[in-house]
């Protein structure tokens, strides 16, 4: 079965500083013709940051679309600073955010945020043998940061009890539960 969908024109409704939002029309496999509103994202990283005891960094921050503060690993969005290289993207924020270098970086996935509406595609890395930076980089503008260090087993209760809703976090957490 045939399932692509063809763009026959394309609206541009917003450019802001973090999303583009687009509108296209399309003509879907059976003729009929649609219309497909998509948010456009640079890309984005995410964390899970793991200390020599083996807890990882967790950061509260107010999220403004849902209203409320949440429990998130570190993360942030790919910006012109990284030249499309995940890697320093990584770098930059840890440095940013938890003001930690890390000794090692693995690739753990990379997934699709909300395909629904949006082309956000996230890659998510751990970083161990984390050592203070020697030189901090600025937060973003309004960013306010609680940082916090939890257990495999404090991530996994806060995940059941709610308190961890963040879908990446989620993520982060399960992956870690299944390493030895």
Same mark, same amino acid.
């Given at each position: 079965?045939?399932?692509?969908?063809?763009?026959?024109?394309?609206?541009?409704?917003?450019?802001?500083?973090?999303? =583009?939002?687009?509108?296209? +029309?399309?003509?879907?496999?059976?003729?009929? $013709? *649609? &219309?497909? @509103? /998509?948010?456009?994202?640079?890309?984005?990283?995410?964390?899970?940051?793991?200390?020599?005891?083996? =807890?990882?960094?967790?950061? +509260?921050?107010?999220?403004?679309?849902?209203? $409320? *503060? &949440?429990? @998130? /690993?570190?993360?942030?969005?790919?910006?012109?600073?990284?030249?499309?290289?995940?890697?320093?993207?990584?770098?930059?924020?840890?440095?940013?955010?938890?003001?930690?270098?890390?000794?090692?970086?693995?690739? /753990?996935?990379?997934?699709?945020?909300?395909?629904?509406?949006?082309?956000?595609?996230?890659?998510?890395?751990?970083?161990?043998?984390?050592?203070?930076?020697?030189?901090?980089?600025?937060?973003?503008?309004?960013?306010?940061?609680?940082?916090?260090?939890?257990?495999?087993?404090?991530?996994?209760?806060?995940?059941?009890?709610?308190?961890?809703?963040?879908?990446?976090?989620?993520?982060?957490?399960?992956?870690?539960?299944?390493?030895?």
């Amino acid at each position: 079965m045939d399932l692509e969908e063809h763009v026959e024109s394309t609206e541009d409704l917003y450019d802001g500083v973090i999303v =583009k939002l687009e509108r296209q +029309r399309v003509r879907l496999p059976n003729g009929d $013709a *649609a &219309t497909r @509103e /998509i948010v456009r994202h640079a890309g984005a990283v995410g964390i899970l940051a793991l200390t020599d005891d083996n =807890k990882m960094i967790l950061e +509260r921050q107010w999220r403004a679309p849902i209203a $409320a *503060a &949440t429990l @998130e /690993i570190p993360a942030g969005k790919l910006d012109s600073r990284d030249a499309d290289n995940v890697e320093h993207a990584v770098i930059r924020e840890l440095n940013e955010e938890i003001r930690y270098q890390p000794g090692q970086l693995k690739r /753990i996935t990379g997934f699709y945020s909300s395909v629904g509406f949006s082309d956000e595609y996230m890659t998510l890395f751990m970083a161990t043998d984390l050592k203070p930076v020697t030189t901090e980089l600025p937060r973003d503008q309004g960013e306010n940061l609680e940082l916090m260090t939890v257990t495999k087993t404090e991530a996994q209760a806060m995940i059941e009890s709610g308190e961890i809703n963040d879908a990446k976090t989620i993520t982060a957490i399960y992956y870690w539960l299944l390493q030895k």
